[in-house]
T-cell receptor, first 111, second 113 residues
Framework: DGGITQSPKYLFRKEGQNVTLSCEQNLNHDAMYWYRQDPGQGLRLIYYSQIVNDFQKGDIAEGYSVSREKKESFPLTVTSAQKNPTAFYLC??????????FGNGTRLTVT | AQSVTQLDSQVPVFEEAPVELRCNYSSSVSVYLFWYVQYPNQGLQLLLKYLSGSTLVKGINGFEAEFNKSQTSFHLRKPSVHISDTAEYFCAVSASGFQKLVFGTGTRLLVSP
């Protein structure tokens, strides 16, 4: 079955460390997205990519970085510059005018 | 820029009762509108979407929504809810394709027996 795989489901890191969240899709979708979800704030767009080797900042890109070397993969790095990294991170993909397909998320806890 | 307002953070309802989850949007251009559902510790699943055409949109799990341009609303309704409908529901809007999907803050639907 086609879908989006995010790993790991839970991730724990010490403050000051960079951490990379994985997102892989086998839907052959061109566009991929990273959202951050915090209680009571809905989803906020971090980065998105419409095509391989190209990506754009979303509304809250500071402290994050991404790469899009392959169509199937869109990893997100949470850097030590991100002041409040503890959150639920959701990856999504889309093709043309279709709706977004979401992965099951990664819950990151930084202490 | 677009924005979405979901005024109700939580809606409690008894099983088999009807429910309406409210969504209002703001945009200066034509919009696409969506409702997504999220179960605990999972991603979002599309319930329904409005792109154009009929203003009454039917989705999965017996949900429907009506696009009202004059009131800039896209309220979600279900005539009879089940315990399994307990989840968080997000309204979202896009005015220029799907790269800039803006989400509301969500409404938690709590269905009790």
């Amino acid at each position: 079955d086609g879908g989006i795989t995010q790993s790991p489901k839970y991730l724990f890191r010490k403050e000051g460390q960079n951490v990379t969240l994985s997102c892989e899709q086998n839907l052959n979708h061109d566009a991929m997205y990273w959202y951050r979800q915090d209680p009571g704030q809905g989803l906020r767009l971090i980065y998105y990519s419409q095509i391989v080797n190209d990506f754009q900042k979303g509304d809250i890109a500071e402290g994050y970085s991404v790469s899009r070397e392959k169509k199937e993969s869109f990893p997100l790095t949470v850097t030590s510059a991100q002041k409040n990294p503890t959150a639920f991170y959701l990856c999504a993909s889309s093709m043309g005018q279709s709706s977004l397909h979401f992965g099951n998320g990664t819950r990151l806890t930084v202490t | 820029a677009q924005s979405v307002t979901q005024l109700d953070s939580q809606v409690p309802v008894f099983e088999e009762a009807p429910v309406e989850l409210r969504c209002n949007y703001s945009s200066s251009v034509s919009v696409y509108l969506f409702w997504y559902v999220q179960y605990p510790n999972q991603g979002l699943q599309l319930l329904l979407k409005y792109l154009s055409g009929s203003t009454l949109v039917k989705g999965i799990n017996g949900f429907e929504a009506e696009f009202n341009k004059s009131q800039t609303s896209f309220h979600l309704r279900k005539p009879s809810v089940h315990i399994s409908d307990t989840a968080e529901y997000f309204c979202a809007v896009s005015a220029s394709g799907f790269q800039k999907l803006v989400f509301g803050t969500g409404t938690r639907l709590l269905v009790s027996p």
